[in-house]
C-alpha cells in the first residue's frame, strides 16, 4: 500500500517539565527536537506500520525546515514540495508529567503551498491521501488540497480527512468547512469529540472518533485503548489515523498506544 499526506512539515521542540515550575522557580526538564506536523507524523508512522509513504507540502530552506526534511526521510518517507526561502514551521509542546500538553504552534510557509506547485505525478499510484484538516481552513493550500484530492479521486483512490482543531473549525466556519468536505468527498474522516461537535456532530464519509484515553469508535464499534505508561499524548492520534488506513483498527489500537509511551509524535 502506498499512503500520500498532505499538509504540514514542522519542526516539534517536546520540553516534558519534571516537578515545580512558574516565576522564580528552578525546575528541570527532559526535551526532544524532531520532526513533526500532522501530515508528516501520519506520513512517518504509516512507513513504519508497513506501508509506503509519501509526504507533500512546502517547507522552509533554514536549519529548522532542513532537519525536519532529514528526520522524516529517515523513516522511510518521500518528501515532496516546494522548498520556500521563508522559515519553516515550528511547534514548542510543553508536556506535563501526567502526559498532557499544551502545544504553541508557528506553522511558518506551510499554509502557503499552491495548487499550481503540485505535480499530479506526485500522486500517482497512491491508495490513499491523508489530508490534515488544518490544509482545509487557510489559503491557498486549502486549493492545493482540493487538486490533489481530485487527483486521486481519478486513480480510484481513497481520501481520509483529519479535522485536526476544534478551535480552527470555530473560526473557519463549521458550514464552510462541512460545505468543503462535502466536495472532497472523504472516505475516511478521523475526529475527536470536540472537533466532532464544532462542525455539528456529522460528517461525510466513515466517521472514526477518538475518544482519547477511552479509545476510538469505528462503524458504530467501541474499541477500547490498549495498555501503556503514557510519557506523551502528542501525535497519539496521527499514529492512530496511520494504523487505520494501513490495517484497520487492531493496528490503529497498537500504534497510538506506542506513540503515547514515547516522547514525541514521530515512531
Not at 517547507?59 to 532537519?67: I, K, M, N, T
Not at 463549521?174 to 474522516?189: G, I, Q, S
Not at 464544532?198 to 490498549?226: N, Q
Not at 497498537?254 to 509511551?261: D, F, G, I, S, T
Amino acid at each position: 500500500m502506498r499512503i500520500c499526506t498532505l499538509g504540514d512539515l514542522l519542526l516539534d521542540v517536546v520540553v516534558r517539565t519534571h516537578g515545580a515550575s512558574g516565576p522564580d522557580v528552578e525546575g528541570s526538564a527532559e526535551t526532544r527536537l524532531a520532526a513533526g506536523g500532522q501530515a508528516a507524523n501520519v506520513a512517518a508512522w504509516a512507513s513504519v506500520l508497513g506501508a509506503e509513504a509519501r509526504f507533500v507540502g512546502k517547507r522552509g530552506s533554514d536549519p529548522a525546515g532542513e532537519l525536519a526534511g532529514r528526520e522524516v526521510e529517515s523513516r522511510g518517507v518521500e518528501v515532496l514540495g516546494p522548498v520556500d526561502e521563508g522559515r519553516n514551521g515550528i511547534v514548542v509542546s510543553l508536556v506535563s508529567a501526567d502526559g498532557s500538553r499544551t502545544m504553541l504552534t508557528d506553522r511558518g510557509v506551510a499554509p502557503f503551498l499552491r495548487a499550481e506547485e503540485l505535480d499530479v505525478r506526485w500522486f500517482a499510484g497512491c491508495e490513499w491521501l491523508h489530508l490534515s484538516g488544518y490544509s482545509l481552513l487557510r489559503r491557498p493550500i486549502e486549493e492545493a488540497a482540493a487538486k490533489a484530492a481530485g487527483a486521486i479521486h481519478a486513480q480510484g483512490g481513497g481520501i481520509s480527512i483529519d479535522l485536526a482543531t476544534a478551535a480552527g473549525i470555530a473560526e473557519y466556519g463549521a458550514d464552510k468547512l462541512l460545505a468543503r468536505l462535502k466536495l472532497l468527498r472523504p472516505d475516511v474522516v478521523f475526529a475527536n469529540e470536540s472537533e466532532l461537535a464544532a462542525i455539528g456532530g456529522e460528517v461525510p464519509g466513515r466517521l472514526v472518533l477518538k475518544r482519547g484515553a477511552d479509545g476510538f469508535t469505528a462503524d458504530g464499534i467501541d474499541h477500547p485503548a490498549l495498555p501503556a505508561e503514557v510519557v506523551d499524548t502528542t501525535g497519539a492520534g496521527d499514529a492512530l489515523a496511520a494504523g487505520f488506513l494501513v490495517d484497520g483498527p487492531e493496528l490503529a489500537a497498537e500504534a497510538a498506544a506506542r506513540c503515547v509511551a514515547q516522547l514525541g509524535a514521530m515512531p
